[in-house]
T-cell receptor, first 113, second 110 residues
Framework: GAGVSQSPSNKVTEKGKDVELRCDPISGHTALYWYRQSLGQGLEFLIYFQGNSAPDKSGLPSDRFSAERTGGSVSTLTIQRTQQEDSAVYLC???????????FGPGTRLTVT | GQQLNQSPQSMFIQEGEDVSMNCTSS?????WLWYKQDPGEGPVLLIA?????ELTSNGRLTAQFGITRKDSFLNISASIPSDVGIYFCAGQGGSEKLVFGKGTKLTVNP
């Protein structure tokens, strides 16, 4: 079946603009995670959605970052007033909620000029 | 917050050689995971470890969950060119969040 998909695959934006990154999880997966991967670094947790529970936003680096998950499926990560340090690959993963059940999408490479 | 120290940062080996990489943490984890990431793709789970002392194999890959619950290693035997990529360890503590190491970049020379 289809895996996790993310769009766009690449996004170049000017400093100060807002961007929206989309994640389509695997159908039926109740858990959805967003991570950020800076060049040469590991993955940094951003936010976690599980079913209808309140999301765990503890990894969001600033109030410029927000995420929504509509209808328990598609999720959008929004970055307002982008800064150059926001440049990174943003990865989405979905799963059934256990630690081994995180299936990653290919990521969105964001470049802020 | 929790951090993982992963080493080495990079490895250059000849095809057929064995490889070993490890991760250590200052805090205890309940689960250790090893992922591989190819360029332009998301990480793919290789091995999951759930119990201190557990030794698990997946083909040429072997990983162990350290007895102190603060470390894990991954071995790759008889490396082949398609083993090239970045290997990440990840640990899970008391929540659903995973903490990732910074990765080991593996290059295999044919």
């Amino acid at each position: 079946g289809a895996g996790v998909s993310q769009s766009p695959s690449n996004k170049v934006t000017e400093k100060g603009k807002d961007v929206e990154l989309r994640c389509d999880p695997i159908s039926g997966h109740t858990a959805l995670y967003w991570y950020r991967q800076s060049l040469g670094q590991g993955l940094e947790f951003l936010i976690y959605f599980q079913g209808n529970s309140a999301p765990d936003k503890s990894g969001l680096p600033s109030d410029r970052f927000s995420a929504e998950r509509t209808g328990g499926s598609v999720s959008t990560l929004t970055i307002q007033r982008t800064q150059q340090e926001d440049s990174a690959v943003y990865l989405c993963a979905s799963g059934a909620g256990g630690p081994n059940e995180q299936y990653f999408g290919p990521g969105t490479r964001l470049t802020v000029t | 917050g929790q951090q993982l120290n992963q080493s080495p940062q990079s490895m250059f080996i000849q095809e057929g050689e064995d490889v070993s990489m490890n991760c250590t943490s200052s805090s205890i984890f309940n689960t250790w995971l090893w992922y591989k990431q190819d360029p332009g793709e998301g990480p793919v789970l290789l091995i999951a470890l759930y119990k201190a002392g557990e030794l698990t194999s997946n083909g040429r890959l072997t990983a162990q969950f350290g007895i102190t619950r603060k470390d894990s290693f991954l071995n790759i035997s008889a490396s082949i060119p398609s083993d090239v990529g970045i290997y990440f360890c990840a640990g899970q503590g008391g929540s659903e969040k995973l903490v990732f190491g910074k990765g080991t970049k593996l290059t295999v020379n044919p």
